[in-house]
Every structure is written in structure tokens, then in C-alpha cells.
């Protein structure tokens, strides 16, 4: 696919993205994350997120200049700096965002001090809800990720 982004012309092929360059040639866009782990590419003389111009140049009628927590990319195995293939790239709010990032990244349970027992629960619309009460950590862990399914719509 190829797109004239901002007078920029790019293509993405075999899951990297390409500059053309005025001695007509393309040249590899390489990805080197930044602290927080994302890649930056600069096009015209503005930073965007790789992520979000490998999205652009296969969605030509998204628009990557919104910047609103309704207009998120969203890395669907939440490795950000290295996985950045249109496939592994969807749109979403915020808060399913950020419901990713927790499903790779908390466990979901906590061990009571009295019982020796696994509680379960998640956060739904900013409440918590409880799930249950398991006898082993895999237990409580299962049940968590069939609560994020259910009420996160992975």
C-alpha cells in the first residue's frame, strides 16, 4: 500500500514501512523506540508514532491527526516497540486501550492472608467487580481472563 502523507510518500510492504526519497528510491523506515517504548517517524517535520502511519498508510480515510482518546491505535499483543504489522494494529478508545495493557499485565487476583484462598475481580466502567473466590492461582487466573473477554470485549 502506498500513501502521500503531508507531502511525504510512504509504503508499507512485508511489514515495514518505506520513504521515498527525491534519487527515486525507498528507503526502510527503521524503528528505534523511545523511552516509552514507541517509535517515532518523522514526516514533513512532525513526529508521529510508526504505529500510527503504518495504520495511515493502509487506512487511507483514518485520520492520524486525530489525537483524541477515542482515536487510540491500539497494539492488539501489546508488544509496542517491536510488533508493529497492520494486523497487529486496531482502533480503539482509551479505556479499551488501557484494558489491553492490563490483560497482559495483571494478574487479575490477590491471595487473602486469612483464608489462603485466590480473590478474583476486574474493573468494569470503573467499578470493581467481583469474580469469585479460587483455591489456586491458575483458578483465579482463568477466571479473570474469561471476565476480560466478556466485559473488556477483547
Not at 516509552?36 to 485520520?63: A, F, L, M, T
Request: proline residues 3%.
Amino acid at each position: 500500500m502506498e500513501l502521500e502523507l503531508f507531502n511525504t510518500r510512504l509504503k508499507y510492504e512485508d511489514d515495514v514501512l518505506w520513504r521515498w526519497f527525491r534519487d527515486k528510491r525507498w528507503k526502510e523506515i527503521k524503528q528505534t523506540p523511545n523511552k516509552k517504548g514507541y517509535c517515532n517517524v518523522s514526516v514533513s517535520g512532525k513526529k508521529y508514532y510508526y504505529h500510527r502511519v503504518v495504520y495511515k498508510v493502509c487506512n487511507p480515510e483514518w485520520d492520524i491527526t486525530d489525537n483524541s482518546r477515542e482515536n487510540e491505535i491500539d497494539h492488539i499483543c501489546g508488544v509496542k516497540p517491536l510488533d508493529n504489522r497492520i494486523e497487529n494494529l486496531r482502533v480503539t478508545n482509551h479505556n479499551k486501550n488501557m484494558y489491553n495493557n492490563l490483560h497482559l499485565n495483571h494478574k487479575g487476583y490477590s491471595q487473602s492472608s486469612s483464608s489462603n484462598k485466590y480473590f478474583t475481580r476486574i474493573r468494569v466502567d470503573g467499578k470493581q467487580k467481583h469474580l469469585g473466590s479460587y483455591d489456586t492461582p491458575e483458578q483465579a487466573r482463568e477466571a479473570y481472563l474469561k471476565a476480560k473477554i466478556t466485559y473488556h470485549q477483547m
